[in-house]
């Protein structure tokens, strides 16, 4: 519905559903059919991960520009029409380009906690508080919850099918486009919202995940180990007891937060 609404609507949605169980593919089928102006196309497979799911995506795409959402990625609407701008822009400036929207929380449907501030802002999640409007951020900044970008520069299978696990595996594409030259420049008038209650207990069983994920990154790339960009790979000294004193200090936390 908010693609629908759009300033801008001359553009395509593509939906893959990654084998859903609910009702999602019935429900799909059916806005297909009445879609317009966006219009829709929808594809299916089995369950196999994010990743997966945008190679899918990205292989009905023949559009110049592809825009990248997360399924509880709700875009303002001005979305479409600013990544259109900054690519208009600031494409003679930088040939190999990306631009990287600002993900707020959906404010108006979820709570907002300390913690998820935290996250949405230090990097834990998203790292908006170090980014610089319309200036060059790292590779670690390319998320692909909103980010538009050339789609020649993907092929057809860019998200590397190693990472099982939640996570990184939009950041490892981020690093191997950033070695072909590509920039990845700040624009948050590209705002959307995200629409994903957590509380603290939620986000540190997540945070387990997002480790995994790093481990593989790390493996597929070991020229990182020493980046600041990433946390470091050896554990600070403390991690030993913290591993078995906060997990049981979480609920008391989450409740708190």
Known sequence: D???????????????????????????????????????????????????????GLRQVEEPLVLFLGDDIIPRRELVAEHLAAHARLGARYPLLAVVGFTDWRRSEMEVTPALEMVNREGHQFGFAHMQPEREVPFTCFYTSNISLPRPLLGDEPFDPEFAAYGW?????????????????????????????????????????????????????????????????????????????????????????
């Open 2 to 56: 908010a693609l629908g609404d759009q300033s801008r609507r001359d553009f395509r949605i593509v939906v893959v559903d990654d084998g859903s169980t609910d009702g999602t593919w019935e429900w799909l089928e059916m806005r297909a059919v009445t879609a317009r102006r966006p219009s829709l196309s929808i594809v299916r497979q089995a369950n196999r991960g994010q990743g997966q799911a945008r190679n899918q």
């Open 169 to 257: 595996e939009d950041i490892e594409l981020g690093y191997r486009l950033s070695l072909s030259g590509l920039k990845l420049v700040y624009h948050p008038a590209a705002a959307a919202e995200h629409l994903h209650p957590m509380t603290l207990a939620d986000l540190f069983a997540r945070q387990r995940l997002v480790g995994r994920g790093l481990c593989t990154l790390r493996k597929l790339h070991p020229e990182l180990a020493g980046t600041p960009l990433l946390s470091p790979s050896d554990p600070p000294r403390w991690f030993g007891a913290g591993r078995r004193l906060i997990p049981p200090l979480v609920p008391l936390l989450s409740a708190l937060d």
